[in-house]
């Protein structure tokens, strides 16, 4: 946030938000726009509630029926009422985990997911067509907006919560009385975020009662006081939710970041915590899912699972061992929920799961996007199936390994603050088209360009995922088999890897991940010339 056209303000606000609606009105014409309208939440950052009332006051200029949220809502829950209403649009502001600076502007659209090309880019045209500030938008400003617009505006916060948790009791309750009578307790952050109310509400419909919320983090603070960054990702992220397990003697920690999309896990085993990568998280989701399905008797090859094309290899093996249906996609969730609406809606099959490393998951149809309440709602009962039992997540995840090998990855990035510096890295790789056939000492056997849309490994050499020319990423294959995904982040500044390896034992398979990581990405990335 700050001045300026490159950061979020009222007038990017403003300009982002007059763009989108005459977007809507020239795609739905008036009477649908009136008629069925726009949904707009607001997370607990700073500037979140008064940016949602600048953006509905542009809607309410041009007659579009508006719903906004009264008080700070959790992303899946804006996306879930987005959909439930048959809203044209959604918008959520909110920078998710995000540093305490940032915010965004999240746009949902009619089909309940993210958009994605063509949308985005017509959106955008109609955004640099309507950058002078439209007139009568002010009248619907006020101290009390709310007040002001009483008849205009309908609050359906109270609504939405409470649909959204029937629904989720209809979904993952069918161990009420078991998750009632557990005595497993389980410690939770929602990391200053907007979680507590919504994973509260989730664990009463599910029965659970011994969820011990860490005091300092459980209500909304701008200032994200006790973190460095709000990520549960990032180290020290749960420092102090394990800090409170160990005093009151529990082996499980779970977290959302602040507006609740994604879900983490950390486990105390043989006196030591393990904080689960969220690859190994989607692998236990769908291995449970997969036992649960089976037991159905269920036709496996219409049942799909769908991660990204970041994403461990360790679920597409499940899958092949299990005969369920497997795809994958390009990075984020946008694609990942279309992909699975392309199965649900037209391919008529039964999407299971969909999850990205990066703690996403997609546990119900009722939230096109990921969610980490629902998340939170089934690792809640795996624990208590798993802990009566006598067994832990780490157990859990041996007997996978014993089923599938051991796949050991090495995920992490680089700071690169110039953009431009980020497109000679991956221009100096590829050579004008003739790519490196080496790294140091490791040979290269297949290269997937999705940039460029190339992949050495098809007949006619074109990527079968959609290339994304305006993101740079590129995956090698090596021929030890391992597999190395270097991308450039779509929200930072930042050049990201992912590294994957597998093998009979899990000592080995890191060794073997670790050294030709530290060997072949400083020179990748080019670290002495880039800094």
């Given at each position: 946030m700050g001045p300026g056209f490159n950061a979020m303000n009222v007038v990017t606000i403003l300009q982002t938000t007059q763009g989108l609606c005459d977007y809507l009105l020239n795609t739905y014409g008036f009477i649908k726009c009136k008629e069925r309208g726009i949904i707009l939440g607001f997370d607990g950052r700073h500037h979140s509630e008064s940016f949602a009332h600048v953006a509905a006051s542009i809607f309410l200029s041009k007659n579009f029926k508006v719903y906004l949220f009264g008080q700070t809502v959790a992303t899946p829950i804006l996306c879930y009422s987005n959909f439930k209403k048959k809203c044209l649009c959604g918008i959520m502001i909110t920078a998710s985990h995000n540093p305490k600076l940032d915010n965004g502007y999240k746009v949902y659209a009619e089909n309940g997911a993210q958009i994605i090309p063509p949308v985005d880019k017509n959106i955008s045209d109609y955004i640099l067509k309507n950058l002078k500030q439209w007139n009568k938008r002010e009248e619907y400003l006020d101290e009390d907006f709310y007040l002001k617009n009483k008849t205009l505006v309908e609050d359906i916060y109270y609504e939405m919560y409470a649909?959204?948790?029937?629904?989720?009791?209809?979904?993952?309750?069918?161990?009420?009385?078991?998750?009632?009578?557990?005595?497993?307790?389980?410690?939770?952050?929602?990391?200053?975020?907007?979680?507590?109310?919504?994973?509260?509400?989730?664990?009463?419909?599910?029965?659970?009662?011994?969820?011990?919320?860490?005091?300092?983090?459980?209500?909304?603070?701008?200032?994200?006081?006790?973190?460095?960054?709000?990520?549960?990702?990032?180290?020290?992220?749960?420092?102090?939710?394990?800090?409170?397990?160990d005093k009151v003697k529990s082996s499980l920690v779970v977290a959302n970041d602040p507006d609740a999309d994604r879900f983490a896990c950390a486990e105390k085993y043989k006196n030591k915590w393990r904080i689960f990568s969220g690859d190994e998280l989607g692998i236990i989701f769908a291995y449970y899912l997969m036992n649960k399905y089976e037991k159905k008797n269920v036709d496996k090859s219409k049942h799909v699972f769908i991660c990204t094309v970041v994403c461990s290899r360790m679920l597409k093996k499940l899958c092949e061992k299990r005969g369920f249906m497997y795809d994958e996609t390009l990075t984020g969730f946008k694609w990942l929920i279309n992909k699975a609406i392309e199965y649900d809606e037209i391919k008529q099959c039964n999407t299971l799961y969909c999850y990205e490393e990066a703690l996403g998951h997609a546990l119900t149809k009722h939230v096109r996007d990921k969610c980490g309440i629902s998340a939170l709602a089934l690792w809640v009962e795996i624990a208590i199936d798993l802990y009566e039992k006598h067994l832990t997540f780490h157990d859990y995840l041996e007997n996978i390994r014993k089923e599938i090998g051991y796949f050991v990855s090495n995920n992490g990035y680089y700071i690169v603050l110039d953009p431009n510096d980020i497109i000679s890295i991956f221009n100096e790789f590829r050579e004008n088209g003739k790519y490196k056939n080496m790294l140091g000492s490791y040979k290269i056997v297949n290269i997937r360009d999705l940039t460029l849309g190339y992949d050495s490994s098809t007949t006619n050499k074109k990527s079968v995922i959609m290339p994304t020319p305006y993101s740079q990423n590129i995956t090698l294959t090596f021929e030890n088999t391992a597999i190395l995904t270097i991308r450039a982040s779509g929200t930072e500044p930042k050049v990201k890897w992912y590294s994957e390896i597998s093998g009979d034992t899990y000592e080995h398979a890191k060794t073997e991940i670790n050294k030709l990581v530290d060997e072949v990405m400083p020179l990748f990335i080019q670290e002495k010339k880039y800094n």
């Open positions: 649909s959204y948790m029937l629904d989720m009791k209809n979904e993952f309750s069918f161990n009420y009385y078991k998750n009632a009578n557990s005595k497993l307790s389980i410690v939770y952050t929602p990391l200053h975020g907007i979680g507590k109310k919504f994973v509260q509400g989730i664990m009463h419909v599910v029965g659970f009662n011994n969820l011990l919320l860490v005091p300092e983090q459980a209500l909304p603070d701008a200032e994200f006081t006790s973190v460095v960054f709000p990520n549960p990702e990032e180290k020290g992220a749960l420092d102090m939710s394990i800090e409170l397990a």
